[in-house]
């Protein structure tokens, strides 16, 4: 079973350009969150899909950011613009919708590099 | 607000050594607990996960712990490998929010 799989693995743009994460979940998932790691920081929530609707977004930033995940299975993160602090590492997740247990699998991370 | 520590920040130990991670979180209502491993430059890779209903976890050498009144969980590795090098992460689930709040990890580093 193919895991988490995240595009591009490195983005290194200018301030004031735009970047598109994308995040291929794991077949089945119907549940799908965005995280992201600043330098020095612990990894922070940003917002978390079921199938095509946002569930929670209360950890995005600012409206510079936006998620989508139109018929339920990839999605992707638009910022634009792009700003420095917008620098570090995106993680997506997913996981299924079990009775119990929400077991969270992460992707490989995308790095952002804002200069 | 939840908030995770984990101490010691980084950790180096002789091949062989058994060792404990620490984890602390500031409310003890949570739905489960998540220890992950993440090597440099590589995703999350999910260890062990507890239920708010359990005590502890095990997964060949690894055996996570958790006292939700104390708001404290463990992580203990038994015979340490230079192949369990790697920063070890803690996160916790609260009822009703799918988000996990993390920690900022403990780097770990077995000596050969």
């Known amino acids: 079973e193919a895991g988490v799989t995240q595009f591009p693995s490195h983005s290194v743009i200018e301030k004031g350009q735009t970047v598109t994460l994308r995040c291929d979940p794991i077949s089945g998932h119907d549940n799908l969150y965005w995280y992201r790691r600043v330098m020095g920081k612990e990894i922070k929530f940003l917002l978390h899909f079921v199938k095509e609707s946002k569930q929670d977004e209360s950890g995005m930033p600012n409206n510079r950011f936006l998620a989508e995940r139109t018929g339920g299975t990839y999605s992707t993160l638009k910022v634009q613009p792009a700003e420095l602090e917008d620098s570090g590492v995106y993680f997506c997740?997913?996981?299924?919708?079990?009775?119990?247990?929400?077991?969270?699998?992460f992707g490989p991370g995308t790095r952002l590099t804002v200069t | 607000k939840q908030e995770v520590t984990q101490i010691p920040a980084a950790l180096s130990v002789p091949e062989g050594e058994n060792l404990v991670l620490n984890c602390s979180f500031t409310?003890?209502?949570?739905?489960?607990l998540q220890w992950f491993r993440q090597d440099p430059g590589k995703g999350l890779t999910s260890l062990l996960l507890i239920q708010s209903s359990q005590r502890e976890q095990t997964s060949g050498r690894l055996n996570a712990s958790l006292d939700k009144s104390s708001g404290r969980s463990t992580l203990y590795i038994a015979a340490s490998q230079p192949g369990d090098s790697a920063t070890y992460l803690c996160?916790?689930?609260?009822?009703?929010?799918?988000?996990?709040?993390f920690g900022k990890g403990t780097k770990l580093s077995v000596i050969p």
């Open positions: 996160a916790v689930e609260e009822p009703g929010s799918y988000q996990l709040t």
């Open positions: 997740a997913s996981s299924q919708d079990l009775v119990a247990v929400y077991e969270q699998y």
């Open positions: 409310d003890s209502a949570i739905y489960n």
